[in-house]
């Protein structure tokens, strides 16, 4: 009995440090171990070929501890228990576990439903497909209206039989305006999907022939067959039915079925949320991958939340504090070419040009500016165009011109509105006031806020980082 006890406790020695050699501890953040695979899963994500900054892995995980830093702050303040990041975060989840809950034989029977359902309604025949030139006639349309139509549609058939080109005169004069840019060209059809009347004669015709006018309910068509084919076998079209369902909502609709009637017929009476979490525990179990991409939804949100109360949108909405922090590193954003700070403004009419400007200059602050051309230029028909910004030589002809001088430029006025004008600050050098650059001097600051708020996490948790671990990351 003792020698069998102690064999059963050499065994369980044995593979608890089997499972820690094998998956051994890179770090430990406030006393909570990180072990060396989920490292490597972000490590690897985030270091791809693509990656334009690519880290070492002791840089990287220096960079990783802060992330761990900040999702430890984010769950001491109970952060996960939000009812808000708790739905937040389910939908994330969700939409990675629920397809995975549904067997491919179950998705495989509904495809073959699906095509099966294609075969009954052609019902031996082939399937059509046809362009078509469409002239709309409603139901409200008085004689006149329906002569004139059937005179254009009679004229666009007479330039057909004279050897005019079917898709050009689908384009100029098709009211069906989605297949009219394609020449008319419609899908593929079978029988009983559209309309009787052009279903009748789209099957009448040879492939490469067109039809005389025609009315349907709708109005007026002249029909090409383009093609003629069978339906394709099952294989040919699998995946190309696969992508519609899916596209369709399949898994999703498949997982509902399954997890409400998982719940209905629960001895203890579980929630579908219930089901979805210990499916997800499961499924994360046997699939690490899966396992640490839910922990990045989880975390990530987390740390978003956390930085965003107390770094991000604080630091945003400190102007005070974002101005103090351009004074002091004005020289950082320093150009290389001129811009110009303002307004261009297009004009109907020549003297619109100075008038604008007089209705600008009026105007104090330079945000009313194109409200205030609008009021009083566009009310009944728009003739004054405007684009207020910060332009950088190059971006707009019309500023290189008229602003900032630039040799071999050229107006190029916006069509319809010949004349260009100007109306703002050209700004050689640097920004004149942070919110020149307030994009970029926002970012640089809060970068500097989360800087100083990971000091204060360093300070309040302890971090420690196993170099001989480390050095075996994707080396093992």
């Not at 067997?103 to 495989?108: F, R, T």
């Not at 002239?135 to 666009?156: F, H, N, P, Y």
């Not at 989605?178 to 009448?204: C, H, M």
């Amino acid at each position: 009995m003792k020698k069998s006890f102690i064999a059963c406790l050499l065994l369980v020695v044995s593979t608890c440090i089997w499972a820690q050699s094998d998956d051994p501890i890179v770090m430990r953040i406030n006393g909570k171990p990180v072990p060396r695979s989920e490292f490597e899963y972000n490590f690897n994500k985030n270091n791809t070929d693509g990656v334009v900054d690519k880290k070492s892995v002791t840089e990287y995980a220096e960079l990783f501890a802060n992330y761990k830093l900040k999702v430890e702050a984010a769950l001491d303040d109970k952060l996960d228990t939000l009812s808000s990041f708790q739905k937040e975060f389910r939908s994330y989840r969700d939409q990675q576990i629920r397809p995975m809950l549904v067997p491919q034989s179950v998705v495989e029977d509904e495809c073959r439903a699906y095509y099966d359902n294609m075969v009954k309604q052609l019902d031996g025949h082939d399937l059509v497909q046809p362009a078509h030139i469409f002239l709309r006639v409603s139901q409200t349309a008085t004689k006149e209206e329906q002569e004139a139509a059937k005179v254009k549609i009679d004229s666009l058939y007479k330039e057909l039989q004279g050897g005019a080109d079917f898709a050009e005169l689908a384009k100029k004069h098709s009211q069906d305006v989605q297949t009219g840019i394609r020449g008319g060209l419609l899908p593929w059809i079978g029988p009983n999907q559209t309309l009787k009347e052009f279903e009748d004669v789209a099957y009448s015709l040879e492939v490469g022939k067109f039809s005389e006018p025609f009315l349907s309910t709708v109005g007026y068509h002249i029909i090409l067959l383009k093609g003629r084919k069978p339906l394709e076998s099952y294989e040919e079209l699998h995946d190309n039915i696969f992508r519609y369902l899916e596209n369709q909502g399949l898994q999703d609709r498949l997982a509902s079925q399954l997890l409400d009637s998982l719940s209905e017929h629960s001895e203890s009476h579980k929630t579908v949320e219930q089901i979805l979490d210990e499916e997800t525990e499961r499924l994360c179990a046997e699939d690490l991958e899966l396992k640490y991409l839910v922990k990045e939804y989880h975390d990530g949100l987390l740390l978003f939340e956390k930085c965003n109360r107390e770094v991000w949108e604080p630091a945003a909405k400190d102007t005070a504090a974002i101005e103090k922090y351009f004074k002091k590193h004005k020289k950082e954003y320093a150009w290389d070419k001129p811009h110009f700070r303002g307004m261009v403004y297009y004009c109907q009419n020549a003297s619109d040009v100075k008038a604008v400007k007089k209705v600008v200059k009026k105007t104090k602050a330079e945000k009313d500016w194109t409200a205030a051309v609008r009021d009083q230029f566009n009310k009944d028909s728009v003739t004054v165009r405007m684009e207020y910004r910060m332009f950088e030589q190059g971006q707009n002809p019309n500023v290189d011109v008229l602003a900032l001088k630039v040799k071999g430029a050229e107006l190029k006025p916006m069509k319809g509105f010949p004349y260009a004008g100007i109306v703002g600050k050209t700004l050689k050098k640097a920004p004149a006031v942070w919110t020149d650059v307030a994009d970029q001097v926002v970012g640089d600051y809060q970068r500097q806020c989360e800087g100083e708020f990971v000091k204060k996490l360093r300070e309040r948790y302890p971090v420690e980082i196993d170099e001989k671990v480390l050095s075996t990351v994707n080396n093992h």
